[in-house]
């Protein structure tokens, strides 16, 4: 995350700074007049060749040589040429075109002269060294406008270093001039900037150019700012997540105790289970007094078909001798009626023991219903305690898939926290970078700039001086 604030950072101070650099030369070259101008279009179109632009544009020196250059170098705004014929050409250009003066460089006039570095007062450094030339060849140019002049960091050192044995002509990096003759320059609340970059460049932005940067600034500044909003969203969340860590142990821990709880009633309702199954199964004297009962039941019946003949058999006999009495009468008829009697108390008998063995067989039915009754509530206590177990089950699945969601958040919290204790001395020291609105300090990122912008309105005076 880090590394990825300081990448975007860094792309937006690089797109702000073109874009500064650009808008600082349009308006470098507007206060210059059109003379620029039209020049480098003429030498663009090939109607003037020989010509390479203004001489600020043509080398470099650091930002913190801005304003010692910008002030001691007014000649920076002139332009460079390579020789008369192509001076003439300018000359006569500006003048047909009522564009007023201009002052031109003719390289091949320059003296040649040694370019070598001298031994300074104080080891201060010379301007003209502290200057990268775009080409070799724009070197003497720049040594003819600066000639030795020196750099001295205040005016207690520049008065030391210009008025000892030798007279030298000194510059401050405040903007502060003390010339060879004895005359001082400086004061002011205003100072010269942007005679030269820091960077090697044309010099000349078209307004189409310089939009296309200032694009470039605003997305890379827009996506700096969504990431430092993001990385705030996530550090809000890191710290509910830091504070969620003891609640979310303790809900870990309850969901430990209820799985816990919840494999115990398992253990215990499937050695209840079994103990059902066990009760639920018929015993051996059961099965044996059932089928005993069975038999008697079945031997009964036998024996209840049986009377059933006789008695219809003793029926007929009956039908018969009263049909006998009815025909003989008499002594006859007290013999048969005594019969008649004989037979009848044997059937009454034989009734008696019918009896006894319905009542028999109805017991062992009775007895047959109660078993089945038994057997099925107990088949229903088994089935009602699976339910039980299937249930405990899922709620235990549930609770162990919630426990380990809640030990993932755990340790992604606490990847997080690391991550964070990684950053954390980055971000303390880019905060003096951020305001209280989340904007990026420019003036602390890019001191150069700023100065840029400031000093681009003086170009114009630099050069009238």
């Known amino acids: 995350m880090a590394d990825r604030e300081k990448s975007l950072r860094d792309k937006a101070n ?14 470098k070259t507007q206060s210059r007049s059109a003379v620029l101008t039209n020049l480098m279009r003429q030498k663009d179109l090939g109607k003037i060749i020989g010509i390479h632009g203004r001489l600020g544009n043509l080398g470099a ?3 913190r040589y801005d304003v010692a250059i910008s002030t001691a170098c007014p000649a920076l705004d002139n332009i460079v040429v390579d020789n008369v014929e192509v001076g003439q050409q300018c000359v006569e250009f500006v ?7 201009v002052s031109l460089i003719l390289l091949n006039q320059l003296p ?17 060294d502290l200057v990268r030339p775009a080409d070799p060849m724009f070197a003497a140019a720049f040594y003819s406008v600066m000639q030795d002049t020196l750099v001295a960091e205040d005016m207690k050192q520049a008065n030391r270093i210009a008025y000892g044995k030798q007279r030298w002509r000194v510059v401050t990096l405040d903007g502060q001039l003390i010339d060879k003759s004895g005359t001082m320059t400086g004061g002011g609340t205003r100072v010269n900037r942007g005679a030269m970059s820091s960077t090697l460049s044309t010099g000349e932005f078209s ?30 969340e890191l710290s509910s997540a830091v504070a969620n860590v003891p609640k979310m142990k303790m809900r870990l821990s309850m ?25 639920a199964e018929p015993k051996a004297s059961d099965l044996a007094t059932i089928k005993q009962l069975a038999n008697k039941t079945v031997e009964l019946q036998s024996e209840v078909t049986s009377i059933k003949k006789n008695a219809e058999a003793i029926q007929a006999k009956i039908k018969d001798l009263q049909n006998k009495i009815l025909d003989a ?7 048969q009626k005594s019969k008649t009697d004989g037979l009848r108390e044997q059937i009454e008998s034989l009734g008696d023991k019918m009896t006894k063995t319905k009542v028999a067989k109805n017991k062992a039915e009775k007895d047959v219903v109660k078993l089945g009754h038994q057997i099925a509530k107990h088949e229903k206590e088994l089935a009602e305690v699976s339910v039980e177990l299937e249930k405990l089950e899922a709620e235990i699945k549930e609770k162990s898939q919630e426990a380990a969601g809640i030990r993932k958040r755990a340790e992604e919290a606490k990847q997080v926290i690391f ?40 170009a114009g005076a630099g050069r009238e001086g």
């Open 14 to 27: 690089a797109a702000r700074n073109r874009a500064e650099e650009g808008r600082a030369s349009q308006q």
């Open 61 to 63: 020196i650091d930002d």
């Open 95 to 101: 003048r047909k075109n009522n564009l007023g003066r």
């Open 112 to 128: 040649r002269r040694n370019l070598d570095r001298i031994q300074t007062p104080e080891n201060v450094p010379r301007l003209f």
């Open 207 to 236: 307004a189409e150019a310089i939009r296309m940067m200032e694009d470039e600034r605003d997305k890379a500044e827009n996506e700096l700012r969504f990431f430092q909003q993001q990385k705030t969203s996530l550090e809000r």
């Open 255 to 279: 969901f430990q105790m209820d799985v816990q709880a919840g494999q115990q009633r398992i253990a215990e309702s499937s050695k209840r289970v079994e103990i059902l199954r066990k009760e």
């Open 329 to 335: 009468g008499g002594v006859k008829l007290r013999a």
């Open 419 to 458: 991550c964070i204790e990684n950053t954390s001395s980055f971000l303390t020291a880019s905060s003096k970078y951020v305001d209280a609105n989340g904007s990026v300090s420019l003036r602390a990122l890019d001191h150069g700039g700023e100065e840029g912008r400031d000093g681009g309105a003086e």
